[in-house]
């Protein structure tokens, strides 16, 4: 074989690789969107870190059954110090709102949707 012919059967792996690569590439970022994960939110602020690994910690505490009041307060203060951190409102909408379920909170933290 002669270089030219190499070199173009280099060029087309590399070419199929850069195809492979961007492929996964595209079906990383679908899924950064359908759990509305941003770039930004890949170099969280460590108040941020803070407030979700102390929102695991209690739901570790919950899935063991001491999971009571003062927790339960806990939880709803790092919540919404968490919404007030991400830039997301803690206003309450009307005078009666449901409370939100804490495996919704869970479900939250995660990074899935309610």
Same mark, same amino acid.
């Given at each position: 074989m002669d270089t030219e012919t190499v070199l173009?059967? @280099? *060029?087309e #792996?590399? /070419?199929k690789r850069l195809f492979e690569l %961007? =492929? @996964?590439? #595209?079906? &990383?970022? =679908? *899924?950064m969107r359908d759990n509305d994960i941003e770039d930004s939110d890949l170099t969280m602020s460590d108040e941020e870190s803070i407030c979700i690994n102390e929102i695991r910690n209690l739901r570790d505490l919950s899935n063991v059954g001491s999971f009571g009041k003062e927790e339960a307060q806990i &939880?709803? !203060? &790092?919540?919404?110090? !968490? /919404? !007030?951190? /991400?830039? &997301?409102?803690? %206003?309450?909408i009307g005078k009666k709102q449901k409370p939100i379920d804490v495996k919704e909170l869970f479900k939250i933290v995660e990074g899935n949707k309610p």
């Open positions: 173009n059967i @280099e *060029i #792996a590399i /070419r %961007e =492929q @996964e590439n #595209a079906k &990383l970022k =679908q *899924i &939880l709803d !203060l &790092l919540y919404k110090n !968490l /919404r !007030l951190i /991400r830039g &997301l409102s803690t %206003e309450k």
